[in-house]
């Protein structure tokens, strides 16, 4: 079910990108990873996932230091269970990772794309 609002935030979010969604970006346009289309800032019902591969359901979130707050934690856990219930697998990197260990953020991509 389309979500205007979701939609909305979505086009906004795509205009200001975090560094870390900047570089995972440059991995996962154009197909550049193993043939699979990703969106960024994916509306999915009320919900924006940071990317999505629609196809084969798969949503990425890039959590930076805001996901460490124990509200922020309780609207991860709902986003989450949303998605799972709608048929999506959720993976969840931290900005950190991305910075730090870029070829293993690379790997479990490419495994939750094989799962």
Known sequence: MRDPNAH?????????????????????RDRRLIKRKFRRQYPIGPW?????????????E????SHDDPDQQKWDEMKEEYLRASGWQLLR??????????????????CAIGD
């Open 8 to 28: 909305k935030r979505a086009r906004e979010m795509r205009k200001n990108p975090s560094s870390a969604e900047e570089k995972l970006w440059s991995l996962l």
């Open 93 to 110: 990197i931290k900005n950190a990772d991305i910075f730090q260990a870029f070829g293993e953020v690379e790997a479990q991509i490419i």
């Open 62 to 65: 890039v959590d930076g230091p």
């Open 48 to 60: 924006v996932a940071d990317f999505a591969c629609p196809a084969i359901h798969l949503a990425i």
